[in-house]
Protein backbone atom coordinates (compact mmCIF):
# COMPACT_ATOMS: atom_id res chain seq x y z
CA UNK A 1 0.00 0.00 0.00
CA UNK A 2 1.23 3.36 -0.74
CA UNK A 3 1.53 5.89 1.70
CA UNK A 4 2.96 9.33 1.94
CA UNK A 5 2.50 10.92 5.49
CA UNK A 6 3.78 14.72 6.56
CA UNK A 7 4.80 15.24 9.90
CA UNK A 8 6.35 17.98 11.68
CA UNK A 9 3.58 20.94 11.37
CA UNK A 10 2.39 23.12 13.68
CA UNK A 11 2.38 26.53 15.48
CA UNK A 12 5.27 28.77 15.50
CA UNK A 13 6.46 32.41 15.65
CA UNK A 14 7.25 34.88 13.07
CA UNK A 15 10.74 34.58 12.18
CA UNK A 16 11.30 30.80 13.71
CA UNK A 17 12.24 27.59 12.00
CA UNK A 18 10.32 24.18 11.30
CA UNK A 19 11.20 21.25 9.85
CA UNK A 20 8.64 19.42 7.62
CA UNK A 21 9.06 15.36 7.15
CA UNK A 22 7.62 13.46 4.29
CA UNK A 23 7.52 9.68 4.88
CA UNK A 24 7.00 7.31 2.10
CA UNK A 25 6.40 3.54 2.04
CA UNK A 26 4.94 1.32 -0.79
CA UNK A 27 6.70 2.77 -3.76
CA UNK A 28 10.66 2.57 -4.64
CA UNK A 29 11.54 6.12 -3.06
CA UNK A 30 14.66 6.21 -4.93
CA UNK A 31 13.18 5.98 -8.44
CA UNK A 32 10.57 9.09 -7.21
CA UNK A 33 11.12 13.01 -7.48
CA UNK A 34 9.59 15.07 -4.57
CA UNK A 35 8.11 17.91 -4.20
CA UNK A 36 6.38 19.81 -1.77
CA UNK A 37 3.07 22.28 -1.83
CA UNK A 38 1.42 24.17 0.27
CA UNK A 39 -2.55 25.62 0.15
CA UNK A 40 -3.66 28.31 2.36
CA UNK A 41 -7.53 28.73 2.58
CA UNK A 42 -9.48 30.58 0.20
CA UNK A 43 -6.22 29.95 -2.32
CA UNK A 44 -5.20 27.64 -4.86
CA UNK A 45 -2.61 24.62 -4.00
CA UNK A 46 1.06 26.35 -5.18
CA UNK A 47 3.91 24.25 -5.93
CA UNK A 48 6.73 25.25 -3.62
CA UNK A 49 10.34 23.16 -4.37
CA UNK A 50 11.26 19.97 -5.81
CA UNK A 51 14.22 17.69 -5.24
CA UNK A 52 15.13 15.05 -8.33
CA UNK A 53 16.72 11.58 -7.75
CA UNK A 54 19.55 12.85 -7.92
CA UNK A 55 19.45 15.18 -5.64
CA UNK A 56 19.44 18.38 -7.54
CA UNK A 57 16.70 21.32 -5.68
CA UNK A 58 14.45 23.10 -7.87
CA UNK A 59 12.63 26.40 -6.32
CA UNK A 60 9.29 27.01 -7.97
CA UNK A 61 7.76 29.85 -5.87
CA UNK A 62 10.41 32.86 -5.33
CA UNK A 63 8.60 33.88 -1.94
CA UNK A 64 10.43 30.71 0.01
CA UNK A 65 13.65 30.74 -2.14
CA UNK A 66 16.34 31.24 0.27
CA UNK A 67 14.30 30.14 3.77
CA UNK A 68 13.28 26.81 2.41
CA UNK A 69 15.21 23.83 1.85
CA UNK A 70 14.65 20.31 0.41
CA UNK A 71 16.53 16.88 1.19
CA UNK A 72 15.96 13.62 0.81
CA UNK A 73 17.21 10.16 2.61
CA UNK A 74 17.20 7.47 0.24
CA UNK A 75 17.96 4.98 3.01
CA UNK A 76 14.74 6.22 5.10
CA UNK A 77 12.74 7.08 2.36
CA UNK A 78 11.97 10.37 3.47
CA UNK A 79 12.05 14.32 2.40
CA UNK A 80 12.74 16.74 4.52
CA UNK A 81 11.58 20.29 4.22
CA UNK A 82 13.12 22.69 6.43
CA UNK A 83 11.74 26.08 6.74
CA UNK A 84 13.63 29.00 8.18
CA UNK A 85 12.24 33.03 8.80
CA UNK A 86 9.00 32.04 8.55
CA UNK A 87 6.49 35.01 7.88
CA UNK A 88 2.58 35.45 7.51
CA UNK A 89 2.57 34.66 4.06
CA UNK A 90 3.45 30.76 4.89
CA UNK A 91 0.73 29.69 7.06
CA UNK A 92 -1.39 26.90 5.25
CA UNK A 93 -1.85 23.17 4.70
CA UNK A 94 1.40 21.71 3.28
CA UNK A 95 1.51 18.75 1.33
CA UNK A 96 4.07 16.83 -0.42
CA UNK A 97 4.02 14.44 -3.38
CA UNK A 98 6.25 11.80 -5.27
CA UNK A 99 5.96 11.89 -9.10
CA UNK A 100 8.14 8.79 -10.78
CA UNK A 101 10.38 10.81 -12.90
CA UNK A 102 14.02 11.51 -12.96
CA UNK A 103 12.69 15.28 -13.42
CA UNK A 104 10.57 17.29 -11.19
CA UNK A 105 7.15 19.61 -12.09
CA UNK A 106 5.78 22.40 -10.62
CA UNK A 107 2.16 20.87 -10.88
CA UNK A 108 0.03 19.13 -8.49
CA UNK A 109 -1.62 16.76 -10.61
CA UNK A 110 1.69 15.89 -12.39
CA UNK A 111 2.25 13.51 -9.06
CA UNK A 112 1.81 9.77 -9.19
CA UNK A 113 1.37 9.66 -5.22
CA UNK A 114 0.06 12.55 -2.76
CA UNK A 115 0.02 13.18 0.47
CA UNK A 116 -2.78 14.22 2.88
CA UNK A 117 -0.65 17.50 4.30
CA UNK A 118 0.43 18.85 7.77
CA UNK A 119 -0.39 22.45 8.79
CA UNK A 120 1.57 25.35 9.84
CA UNK A 121 0.76 28.45 11.30
CA UNK A 122 2.55 31.37 11.86
CA UNK A 123 2.14 33.95 14.53
CA UNK A 124 3.45 37.19 14.69
Known amino acids: QVQLVESGGGSVQSGDSLRLSCSASGFTFEHYAIGWFRQAPGKEREGLVC????????VYDASVKGRFTLSRDNAKNMASLQMSSLNSDDPAKYYC?????????????????RGQGTQVTVSS
Open 51 to 58: ITTSNKEL
Open 97 to 113: AARHSLVCNSNWDAYDF
